[in-house]
């Protein structure tokens, strides 16, 4: 007879962790580049979404051929897109703000990395982008696709040496 009772908390709570399963990311198993915090559903720790490397990679990624404010030639960058890291955080804000290992930060609208196709660019011409070279993610609009983002507005939300995202 208790059994009975206790059979629909039971099931309750197995839904209720295989939800939470589901709703979490993988563990990095190399350096964590890349953190993601805030108003997002899907972590794998403490509350934020830690990436590695290879995580990144896995994301659908595009290439932008692109003269950037900062360099006199045009290079090849590739990395994810940033729509795909949201959607892979389960991003829910309309903010993010995007920190650099030297203390920048720079707000972008969540809006921009769909509209524009943004990446965390993670290689220059094939070549994965040190620190010294504005790596290892450099936050990345298509300059040349789109004359309309060379502006100081876009170039303030250019973060290159990103460490940290937050939603909010």
């Known amino acids: 007879m208790r059994l009975r009772r206790l059979l629909p908390l039971i099931l309750a709570l197995s839904w209720s962790l295989v939800a939470t399963a589901a709703e979490s990311l993988p563990e990095p198993e190399g350096c964590v580049m ?25 994301l659908p990624s595009r290439t932008i051929e692109t003269h950037t404010p900062w360099h006199e030639d045009s290079a090849r960058y590739a990395g994810p897109l940033g729509e795909a890291l949201l959607e892979a955080v389960g991003a829910r804000g309309d903010e993010a703000r995007v920190m650099a290992l030297n203390g920048f930060e720079a707000e972008v609208p969540v809006s921009d990395f769909s509209r524009y196709g ?13 620190i010294r070279r504005l790596g290892p993610l450099f936050v990345l609009y298509p300059f040349d ?12 939300r250019s973060v290159w040496q990103v460490a940290r995202i937050e939603i909010h």
């Open 118 to 130: 943004v990446i965390l660019a993670m290689t220059r011409d094939g070549e994965p982008m040190p």
């Open 34 to 58: 890349l953190t993601v915090s805030g108003d997002i559903s899907r972590t794998n720790g403490d509350g934020e979404a830690r990436f590695d490397r290879a995580m990144l990679e896995a």
């Open 145 to 156: 696709e789109r004359p309309e983002l060379r502006n100081e507005e876009i170039r303030f």
